[in-house]
């Protein structure tokens, strides 16, 4: 038989839990002081969650706290974000604690509590307030004004970048309908030639055509320079060949509707641009209060991903080890085992999905023939004949604890010692090594 030994954690600080069952509108509130060993107070009140009201109602269970002995208040609830903002902010102001549970374990403690899965409102601030009881919470973090800026302009970059991309592909679509023989690459499309093409000619090849070739090369290199003679040829080929045999009858409509969609691209472009610029500048700030953090290096990671990165995590300085780091992106290992049966060991994917792709995006280009991991990679891939799926979450991994150790070391990036274990390293790094070098 093994023996261990268990901390467990008493409110040695008589701390009064509040459990908060968050909603748009509405806030439904569970609260319990002990009366007798067998016998509880139950507290539950439904205000409206407005500023106003729930500062109000938190001086009242203050009231309640000092009356039954504690000594502060701790507000827990669901992370739910912006309908939370009131509750938690005015907490903050009146000097109260604060604290997350995970959804997930209020949808299973449930279970447990109540022996169902019925859900309503009073029910869940109760398994909220359970939860807070046993000490089941999870740290509610807040950030300076850098990190919080960081933070939005990186939600609002992703939401700019998936319009983007839904416009370059609208785009596409239309000019497939505008002009069916178009067999140049998509990229020209998005290039200083093809801009050119929509400011003069809205990518319309009825209006193309409506003049000799040796007007439109003429015009097309008046306003893009160094546009490639036989470029210009195939555009001015294929538009012959779209407008003949076809109706122009809808050309019109179809140029207006392309013309839309493209200036969504060109405003999102233009828009990400201004976000990156915005970014590393809030990174730059970020620097002068943290000099640790790491800096931008050519075939490791760029300044803006390393803003967006940070965005994502906060300060590194929260995290005490590379454990507590990847659970918090959701990078840790979920296990799947009972008796003889063996699952998949997979990422658990629990915590921030964002993060999780500013990650793939760096590791995506590390891993490319040659570069970082590239060699690494695709040995891997060819002799284990591993998937690509499973290969970039192993080298996610590892350029996070790279980065992490960076950090935490202080130390510049090295890119020898990625690939050998610290005692080589070291041994690398010895002065007798350095003398034989020299």
Same mark, same amino acid.
């Given at each position: 038989?093994?023996?261990?030994?268990?901390?467990?954690?008493?409110?040695?600080?008589?701390?009064?839990?509040?459990?908060?069952?968050? /909603?748009?509108?509405?806030?439904?509130?569970?609260?319990?002081?002990?009366?007798?060993?067998?016998?509880?107070?139950?507290?539950?009140?439904?205000?409206?969650?407005?500023?106003?009201?729930?500062?109000?109602?938190?001086?009242?269970?203050?009231?309640?706290?000092?009356?039954?002995?504690?000594?502060?208040?701790?507000?827990?609830?669901?992370?739910?974000?912006?309908?939370?903002?009131?509750?938690?902010?005015?907490? *903050?102001?009146?000097?109260?604690?604060?604290?997350?549970?995970?959804?997930?374990?209020?949808?299973?403690?449930?279970?447990?509590?109540?022996?169902?899965?019925?859900?309503?409102?009073?029910?869940?601030?109760?398994?909220?307030? /359970?939860?807070?009881?046993?000490?089941?919470?999870?740290?509610?973090?807040?950030?300076?004004?850098?990190?919080?800026?960081?933070?939005?302009?990186?939600?609002?970059?992703?939401?700019?970048?998936?319009?983007?991309?839904? #416009?370059?592909?609208?785009?596409?679509?239309?000019?497939?309908?505008?002009?069916?023989?178009?067999?140049?690459?998509?990229?020209?499309?998005?290039?200083?030639?093809?801009? &050119?093409?929509?400011?003069?000619?809205?990518?319309?090849?009825?209006?193309?055509?409506?003049?000799?070739?040796?007007?439109? &090369?003429?015009?097309?290199?008046?306003?893009? *320079?160094?546009?490639?003679?036989?470029?210009?040829?195939?555009?001015?080929?294929? #538009?012959?060949?779209?407008?003949?045999?076809?109706?122009?009858?809808?050309?019109?409509?179809?140029?207006?509707?392309?013309?839309?969609?493209?200036?969504?691209?060109?405003?999102?472009?233009?828009?990400?641009? /201004?976000?990156?610029?915005?970014?590393?500048?809030?990174?730059?700030?970020?620097? @002068?209060?943290?000099?640790?953090?790491? @800096?931008?290096?050519?075939?490791?990671?760029?300044?803006?991903?390393?803003?967006?990165?940070?965005?994502?995590?906060?300060?590194?300085?929260?995290?005490?080890?590379?454990?507590?780091?990847?659970?918090?992106?959701?990078?840790?290992?979920?296990?799947? @085992?009972?008796?003889?049966?063996?699952?998949?060991?997979?990422?658990?994917?629990?915590?921030?999905?964002?993060?999780?792709?500013?990650?793939?995006?760096?590791?995506?280009?590390?891993?490319?023939?040659?570069?970082?991991?590239?060699?690494?990679?695709?040995?891997?891939?060819?002799?284990?004949?591993?998937?690509?799926?499973?290969?970039?979450?192993?080298?996610?991994?590892?350029?996070?604890?790279?980065?992490?150790?960076?950090?935490? /070391?202080? @130390?510049?990036?090295?890119?020898?010692?990625?690939?050998?274990?610290?005692?080589?390293?070291? *041994?690398?790094?010895?002065?007798? &090594?350095?003398?034989?070098?020299?």
């Amino acid at each position: 038989m093994k023996v261990t030994e268990k901390i467990v954690e008493v409110n040695a600080n008589h701390i009064l839990n509040i459990g908060v069952d968050v /909603s748009s509108r509405k806030l439904d509130v569970h609260f319990e002081c002990a009366l007798q060993i067998n016998k509880r107070e139950v507290y539950r009140e439904q205000i409206k969650n407005r500023s106003d009201e729930i500062e109000k109602s938190l001086k009242k269970y203050l009231s309640v706290a000092q009356t039954k002995g504690f000594l502060n208040l701790r507000i827990v609830c669901e992370p739910t974000g912006p309908y939370s903002i009131n509750l938690l902010a005015m907490a *903050k102001h009146l000097n109260c604690l604060t604290a997350y549970v995970s959804g997930e374990a209020v949808k299973n403690s449930k279970v447990i509590e109540f022996n169902g899965t019925n859900k309503n409102d009073l029910v869940d601030a109760e398994v909220i307030n /359970s939860l807070a009881e046993r000490n089941k919470v999870l740290i509610h973090r807040t950030y300076s004004a850098e990190y919080t800026r960081l933070r939005i302009l990186n939600s609002h970059y992703e939401d700019i970048d998936k319009a983007y991309v839904s #416009a370059r592909n609208q785009v596409h679509n239309t000019l497939k309908q505008l002009w069916p023989d178009w067999s140049s690459k998509k990229s020209i499309l998005y290039s200083r030639t093809g801009e &050119a093409l929509y400011k003069l000619y809205g990518l319309n090849p009825w209006e193309i055509v409506s003049h000799n070739y040796s007007y439109f &090369a003429k015009r097309m290199r008046t306003h893009c *320079k160094g546009v490639w003679s036989s470029t210009l040829k195939k555009i001015y080929r294929d #538009a012959e060949l779209s407008v003949k045999g076809h109706c122009s009858d809808a050309s019109s409509t179809l140029e207006s509707i392309l013309g839309d969609h493209y200036e969504n691209y060109l405003r999102g472009k233009e828009r990400k641009a /201004s976000l990156k610029d915005e970014m590393r500048e809030i990174l730059s700030e970020i620097r @002068q209060e943290d000099p640790r953090i790491p @800096q931008a290096r050519k075939n490791f990671i760029s300044e803006f991903h390393i803003a967006r990165l940070l965005a994502e995590t906060g300060p590194l300085s929260d995290f005490s080890n590379l454990d507590q780091l990847n659970k918090y992106l959701g990078l840790n290992l979920r296990e799947r @085992q009972s008796g003889d049966y063996q699952g998949k060991v997979r990422l658990s994917k629990r915590g921030r999905s964002l993060a999780r792709k500013v990650l793939s995006l760096v590791t995506l280009s590390l891993v490319r023939k040659k570069h970082l991991y590239g060699p690494d990679y695709h040995r891997i891939k060819t002799e284990k004949d591993k998937p690509g799926k499973l290969l970039m979450c192993i080298f996610m991994k590892r350029f996070l604890k790279s980065f992490f150790g960076i950090y935490r /070391s202080n @130390q510049s990036f090295d890119p020898r010692r990625l690939f050998i274990d610290r005692g080589k390293y070291e *041994k690398l790094n010895s002065p007798i &090594a350095l003398e034989a070098v020299i």
